[in-house]
């Protein structure tokens, strides 16, 4: 497992969740890092991005609802879920582009953190 990623669990329709994501493995520097989610049946989406340099997108859905930071003296990313509503529900996979001290940067996955929103 290349990325070590936390935070999921059972809440209730408009309460908040923090997951955070970092690698597992020797990294020199994170560039992008994103958050992508996969509910039962459907295809996994973008959730949010963040880039090296701060710029952040966001899907529609979760658009004043969910904030993706970086902190990159800690190689960690983290995604803050507020006013969860039960369409939020969903396996929650972190995706960092990682830059090792020699060679060229590669994209890692986390396992998926699983998220459940009670109506």
């Known amino acids: 497992v290349q990325l070590q990623a936390s935070g999921g669990g059972l809440v209730q329709a408009g309460g908040s969740l923090r997951l955070s994501c970092r690698p597992a493995?020797?990294?020199?520097?994170?560039?992008?890092m994103g958050w992508y989610r996969q509910a039962p049946g459907k295809q996994r989406e973008l959730v949010a991005k963040?880039?090296?340099?701060?710029?952040?997108t966001y899907a529609d859905a979760v658009q004043g609802r969910f904030t993706i930071s970086r902190d990159d003296a800690k190689n960690t990313a983290a995604l803050q879920l507020n006013d969860l509503k039960t369409e939020d529900t969903a396996v929650y996979y972190c995706?960092?582009?990682?830059?090792?001290?020699?060679?060229?940067?590669?994209?890692?996955w986390g396992q998926g953190t699983l998220v459940t929103v009670s109506s």
């Open positions: 995706n960092l582009d990682l830059k090792p001290r020699l060679g060229p940067s590669y994209s890692a």
């Open positions: 493995v020797i990294t020199f520097r994170v560039n992008d």
């Open positions: 963040i880039t090296r340099a701060g710029i952040t």
